[in-house]
Every structure is written in C-alpha cells, then in structure tokens.
C-alpha cells in the first residue's frame, strides 16, 4: 500500500510543480496540491488506524 502512495504523492507533485511552471495551468498547481496533501493524510489515518487496531 506505501507504495501507491508514494507513486501517487510523486504525481501530484509532478503536477503541481508543472501547473506553476506554466501560468495557463495554475489551476493544475491547485489540483496536486490539494491531491498531495489528501493522499498525506489518507496515509497517515491509514497507518495509525493500523497500529491501534495491532
């Protein structure tokens, strides 16, 4: 599972840094923001929920 989140944090990151690269897309930086910073919390709610439950 750590794996599809890294890949998935890697391409909202990817997609941020190329919406604010060109300016037309700045809508695309807003998108993979918000994308990275949901996939960072559905991670860590993922992995301490985990460890309770151990």
């Known amino acids: 599972m750590w794996r599809t989140l890294v890949i998935l944090l890697v391409v909202w990151a990817v997609l941020a840094v190329v919406g604010f ?3 037309g897309l700045l809508w695309l930086a807003i998108i993979g923001i918000i994308l ?3 996939t960072l919390l ?11 439950a151990s």
Do not use: H, K, N
């Not at 559905?42 to 309770?52: A, E, Q, T």
């Open 42 to 52: 559905f991670g860590l709610i993922r992995s301490r929920s985990g460890r309770r």
């Open 36 to 38: 990275f910073v949901g």
């Open 21 to 23: 690269a060109f300016e």
